[in-house]
Nanobody, 119 residues
Framework: QVQLVESGGGLVQAGGSLRLSCATS????????MGWFRQAPGKEREFVAQ????????DYTDSVKGRFTISRDNAKNTVYLQMNSLKPEDTAVYYC????????????WGQGTQVTVSS
């Protein structure tokens, strides 16, 4: 079992930046592939970014490429999502998730952190 706790959300003006953090505990967090997802009001949860267990491979949804950066510090058991040039359409609850390297399914989820971008 692994526990995930997000932090760093808040209210920011369009064009601003935020950095989300996801602290992992329990089973060795460095073994897991990690991802960020988001869910806006009235919409389904969507994939935002993911990073491999070693941090060498990353992937992003098209709408955040060039603006968001996912990274991890395995020594601190923490994954980050640096969000720059934020837009009102980035407003959502952001969730951190973890998956075993042998699967593509994310089995572990955090409670979410709210990000609100004002225009």
């Amino acid at each position: 079992q692994v526990q995930l706790v997000e932090s760093g959300g808040g209210l920011v003006q369009a064009g601003g930046s935020l950095r989300l953090s996801c602290a992992t505990s329990g089973r060795s967090g460095s073994r897991f592939g990690m991802g960020w997802f988001r869910q806006a009001p009235g919409k389904e949860r969507e994939f935002v970014a993911q990073i491999s267990s070693g941090g060498r491979s990353t992937d992003y949804t098209d709408s955040v490429k060039g603006r968001f950066t996912i990274s991890r510090d395995n020594a601190k058991n923490t994954v980050y999502l640096q969000m720059n040039s934020l837009k009102p359409e980035d407003t959502a609850v952001y969730y951190c998730a973890a998956r075993l390297p042998t699967t593509i399914r994310y089995d572990y989820w955090g409670q979410g952190t709210q990000v609100t971008v004002s225009s």
